[in-house]
């Protein structure tokens, strides 16, 4: 079946530093990758996504790339700010079923 | 309205009590999605429609669960005689489409904390 593995929490920064949040995962097929953001009461919402191997999805200064060699779709960004505290979860799609199954998720934490 | 909205925000119940959950996706949305995640886990998949039509059930608990989309609009999911157990947070959300491969993407509401005592 498929399942998504992410590292455990919380990650805790100082502004500017650089942000490596690991995930891997498995899965039936040729699955489709993504990073969801939850900010503090609110829903979650899509940040990136990557659909075939060595496609790199990034937005807000966002990126992870889809690596099938080594089931891995990291997040990375070179500078956090205060403002991307949040709770970031890794997911997929495959195996004929394009509902998102979700890591437990991890916890980021940014302190001036 | 402008997202997902579910009602209530908070709900404390007593055990075996039925209890209503009330989801109303982004307007002209399509599917509808249910979700249930527990302190410290990911959301894990419930049940989904296309339309009214319920298209998938498999990750409804057991038979105490339930859920419905009549209009294909606003969702309820209904839980009947609950347990401690039964005490999450349940997330709806809606997608424009029906999903595809790689389009898929899903707008969360803030969703309801059940509580049962």
């Known amino acids: 079946g498929n399942s998504v593995t992410q590292m455990e929490g919380p990650v805790t920064l100082s502004e500017e530093a650089f942000l490596t949040i690991n995930c891997t995962y498995t899965?039936?097929?040729?699955?489709?990758l993504f990073w969801y953001v939850q900010y503090p009461g609110e829903g979650l919402q899509l940040l990136l996504k990557?659909?075939?191997?060595?496609d790199k999805g990034s937005n807000k200064g966002f990126e992870a790339t889809y690596r099938k060699e080594t089931t891995s779709f990291h997040l990375e960004k070179g500078s956090v700010q205060v403002s991307d505290s949040a709770v970031y979860f890794c997911?997929?799609?495959?195996?004929?079923?394009?509902?998102?199954?979700f890591g437990r998720g991890t916890s980021l934490i940014v302190h001036p | 309205g402008a997202g997902v909205s579910q009602s209530p925000r908070y709900k404390v119940t007593k055990r075996g009590q039925d209890v209503a959950l009330r989801c109303d996706p982004i307007?002209?949305?399509?599917?509808l999605y249910w979700y249930r995640q527990a302190l410290g886990q990911g959301p894990e998949f419930l049940t989904y429609?296309?339309?009214?039509?319920?298209?998938?059930k498999s990750g409804l608990p057991n038979d105490r669960f339930s859920a419905e989309r009549p209009e294909g609009s606003i969702s309820t999911l209904t839980i009947q005689r609950t347990e401690q157990r039964d005490s999450a947070m349940y997330r709806c959300a809606s997608s424009l489409g029906t999903l595809t491969g790689g389009n898929e993407k899903l707008f969360f509401g803030s969703g309801t904390q059940l509580s049962v005592l």
């Open positions: 990557a659909t075939k191997a060595d």
């Open positions: 307007s002209g949305h399509v599917s």
């Open positions: 429609f296309n339309y009214e039509a319920q298209q998938d």
């Open positions: 997911a997929l799609t495959s195996g004929g079923s394009y509902i998102p199954t």
């Open positions: 899965a039936t097929g040729y699955p489709s």
